[in-house]
């Protein structure tokens, strides 16, 4: 078959559509063969398999072309990128440095090294790695955004507001960029402009929870402590299941010296978190049990903190202890505990390219029919996405939760094996919460 670069395109992404991703691989895999010094089909045959999940894969294809090709700039970033989704920080930083000593104006290459730093918490060289990036490419928003974000971890917040600014000017109506200019200001104490930034950012998603939380503590912040409630409430209408969004309302109705209701924020925190005070003989039992829920909170967190986030497929990540052992499977991956005791298996289906509406709101069918109950959906654009609530149930000592998730790049579900006692399940609800869906 003699196609040009164009058709073969063509014919890459029709198999693609069409869900004939062995026989992409196999086109892609037979024109390699044909002429292995060809970069772009190399590159192509990579970002297929991590498509599909198959990171490990992607990775062995990339490893494949640097030694066939080892003075290609794009090939060394590429694999050093696959490690940072692989939260392999470590493994990313040769090959990234190897991209850079072949082509010193790789922008992605010097975004890539930022990411590394960042996530090491060196945020120094992370934020020169981001400038040299910008500089090398300064139309592009995401590496503005990135510097940005990182000066922000800085505690460098003029200089943040400044590249987020810049990104602006780029994209005005750049939605993740007033996010991250909003928690600058608030994180400067601007809250005036914190205020107005997710305000402006509520107008494109209103039904947007984290950005009425975070409108509601700008607003508490600046004194404005009854726009502060109305805010954290509109919130908690669209999703009443975030323990810290109850907290913040106890907090503003302490500032406002409204006690009862502030009990009563607290009340729905512990309900939230799921602790029972409903027998507490008197006040000072529940408060004495909001002292202990507090502590337990705080266990969480610390417990939280030790953990490492895996981004198995694009779209999708959650926390993990780091020494939980990967045994990928295709599409399906397990993480196990060093004892056994704790398994989380991951299955997913990502599409190459963005999913037609139509197709999301099939499986979201599909998957009510079958018994799950919506949780939230995930709105972006013209693509509705959702989220169900955990499946729950005991057999023969083990407890299974189940948390299934769709979105316009595909469809993810969680199941959580564990022994069943409380401690195991408390550990399976946190690290469940922690999913993080990402639109790009």
């Not at 390699?32 to 599909?52: G, H, Q, T």
């Not at 928690?183 to 107005?196: P, R, S, T």
């Not at 000592?397 to 969680?414: D, E, K, N, Y």
Request: glycine share 6%; charged share 30%; proline share 3%.
């Amino acid at each position: 078959m003699n196609l040009n670069a164009n058709e073969f395109m063509k014919k890459i992404q029709l198999l693609m559509s069409q869900g004939q991703v062995e026989e992409a691989i196999d086109l892609l895999e037979d024109s390699i063969k044909s002429n292995p010094k060809f970069v772009e089909r190399w590159m192509l045959l990579a970002s297929i398999f991590r498509a599909v999940g198959r990171i490990d894969k992607s990775i062995e294809i990339c490893k494949k072309a640097s030694e066939i090709i080892p003075d290609n700039s794009i090939i060394w970033n590429n694999l050093g990128h696959l490690y940072i989704e692989k939260n392999l920080y470590e493994e990313a930083i040769d090959p990234i440095k190897k991209a850079l000593s072949i082509d010193s104006k790789n922008a992605s290459a010097w975004f890539s090294l930022g990411r590394v730093y960042v996530s090491k918490e060196d945020y120094t060289q992370g934020i020169e790695a981001f400038e040299k990036a910008v500089k090398i490419a300064p139309n592009r928003v995401e590496l503005w955004n990135a510097l940005g974000s990182a000066l922000d971890d800085n505690n460098q917040y003029k200089e943040s507001i400044r590249a987020y600014k810049k990104a602006l000017e780029l994209q005005p109506d750049s939605f993740n960029t007033m996010v991250g200019l909003g928690m600058v200001y608030a994180n400067a104490g601007d809250f005036k402009d914190a205020i107005k930034t997710y305000e402006k950012c509520l107008k494109v998603e209103p039904d947007n929870e984290v950005l009425w939380f975070q409108l509601g503590k700008a607003l508490s912040g600046a004194g404005k402590l009854d726009d502060a409630v109305r805010a954290i409430k509109e919130g908690l209408a669209l999703n009443p299941s975030i323990v810290q969004a109850w907290m913040d309302l106890h907090d503003v109705y302490e500032k406002k010296g409204e006690q009862e209701l502030a009990i009563e924020a607290m009340r729905k925190a512990m309900v939230t978190g799921k602790v029972d005070i409903a027998f507490a003989g008197s006040e000072e039992e529940a408060i004495s049990k909001i002292g202990e829920w507090g502590q337990e909170q705080k266990n969480k967190e610390t417990e939280l903190d030790s953990m490492v986030e895996r981004r198995l497929f694009p779209s999708w990540s959650f926390k993990v202890p780091p020494d939980f052992e990967e045994r990928p499977d295709g599409n399906r991956t397990q993480l196990i505990s060093p004892d056994g005791e704790r398994c989380i298996t991951t299955s997913a289906l990502t599409f190459g390219e963005q999913a037609l509406p139509e197709i999301i709101a099939d499986i979201g069918r599909q998957y009510e029919q079958a018994g799950f109950k919506k949780r939230f959906d995930i709105k972006y654009k013209d693509y509705t996405g959702f989220v169900f609530e955990n499946d729950q149930y005991a057999h023969m000592g083990t407890f299974v939760i189940q948390r299934a998730m769709a979105a316009p790049s595909g469809v993810l579900m969680l199941t959580f094996s564990v022994a069943d006692t409380k401690e195991n399940k408390d550990w399976a609800l946190l690290v469940i919460n922690t999913v993080k869906y990402y639109k790009n």
